[in-house]
């Protein structure tokens, strides 16, 4: 099962208050993600990554104690915590697209375990179920091992999915967008048709192996 989504995007906590695009040139932005490190320097190249580890405590705390300037995190985390107030910038998703199952809780039971399916069968949000099974098909058919920046967002509309899909090379910065619409009931096919897709636009180049 797939409990309700929250909010997929990923956000910016700044120490001063300032947005992505105000950030003084310089600006130190905390993260441990290629696939963030490689979509912000696709915007501010006139920026400083900094490699940062640890939880939501110690990133937000590095953040106010001045070690960074900001740092990027997933909204939902932050949401959970009960911590939207430190959110300076929500970042768009047609440009920072998410991890493929950001936001979304994915439950587990023993194979064969009918009474428990049926309890944890009650908790599926069957829309969050096909937009994750969207993105972890794109994930899984471009090769989700490999360590450059994939990422997917797939949005339900009714009986529509829109899935948009995003490769990068973290040495020379290149980024491809490409997106797919289709029926939501086809949600794994979906998935698979946009790394085809993509892998026809040269993504195996910028990941460093071919599609599977």
Do not use: W
């Not at 529509?160 to 029926?183: F, K, P, Q, Y």
């Amino acid at each position: 099962a797939v409990t309700k989504r929250l909010d997929p995007r990923d956000v910016l906590v700044s120490n001063g208050g300032a947005g992505l695009s105000q950030m003084p040139t310089g600006s130190r932005i905390g993260t441990g993600s290629q696939r963030r490190s490689v979509q912000l320097l696709s915007q501010r190249r006139d920026i400083l990554i900094v490699d940062m580890r640890g939880n939501i405590d110690t990133r937000l705390r590095k953040c106010s104690g001045g070690e960074v300037d900001g740092v990027v995190m997933a909204a939902a985390a932050l949401n959970r915590m009960n911590l939207d107030h430190r959110i300076t910038e929500y970042l768009p998703t047609d440009i920072f697209v998410p991890a493929a199952g950001q936001g979304a809780l994915g439950i587990e039971i023993r194979d064969g375990d009918g009474a428990v399916e049926e309890l944890v069968a009650l908790l599926n949000h069957e829309p969050s179920r096909l937009e994750v099974a969207a993105e972890r098909a794109f994930l899984r058919a471009l090769g989700g091992g490999c360590r450059e920046p994939i990422a997917a967002l797939g949005i339900v509309d009714g009986s529509l999915l829109h899935v948009c899909g995003m490769v990068a090379n973290s040495a020379t910065g290149e980024v491809m967008h490409a997106d797919i619409r289709g029926e939501a009931s086809q949600a794994e096919r979906l998935g698979v048709d946009l790394a085809g897709r993509m892998t026809e636009m040269g993504a195996g180049k910028l990941i460093g192996r071919c599609a599977q």
